[in-house]
């Protein structure tokens, strides 16, 4: 059992680790930001669930005992990662792209990042829109 323990431990450290460094290689290799997005908010996530099963399986095969800590982290990374990257990628997106530049969505609205009225805009304009 402690052999089986070990080479499944060891598989997902491994499997995490060749995800992580596929994320870092991406988030370096990539041209802009909207591209750079994807390695670390997908590849990089998977390495780091990886190494926090690698951990529970751990301590549950191995030390007789269930650790929440990985759980928590789990759950804050897969919270985390998905709303930065949105908010990254709405930030270049009022930065850099026009809103002509886009593709029509095909709905009554179009996308949300130009939808909201300036900040500059009046309390009164906020109401109208």
Same mark, same amino acid.
Not at 46 to 56: D, F, K
Not at 77 to 85: G, K, Q, R, S
């Given at each position: ?12 450290? /491994? ?9 870092? !290689?991406? #988030?370096? =290799?990539?041209?802009? %930001?909207?591209?750079? &997005? ?9 390495? /780091? ?9 751990? !301590?549950? #095969?191995? =030390?007789?005992?269930? %650790?929440?800590?990985? &759980? ?58």
């Amino acid at each position: 059992m402690t052999l089986f323990a070990e080479i499944l431990i060891s598989v997902f450290i /491994v499997v995490s680790g060749i995800f992580g460094l596929v994320g870092s !290689f991406g #988030l370096v =290799k990539l041209r802009d %930001s909207m591209q750079r &997005l994807h390695a670390p908010t997908k590849a990089t996530t998977v390495g /780091v669930g990886g190494a926090l099963v690698a951990s529970m399986l751990y !301590f549950i #095969l191995l =030390k007789g005992s269930f %650790s929440f800590h990985e &759980l928590l982290i789990t759950l804050f990374l897969f919270l985390t990662a998905p709303i930065t990257a949105n908010f990254i990628s709405k930030a270049f997106m009022a930065r850099n792209i026009r809103p002509q530049e886009l593709p029509q969505t095909g709905r009554d609205y179009g996308w949300a990042v130009y939808d909201d009225p300036p900040p500059s805009a009046t309390l009164e304009d906020r109401q109208d829109a």
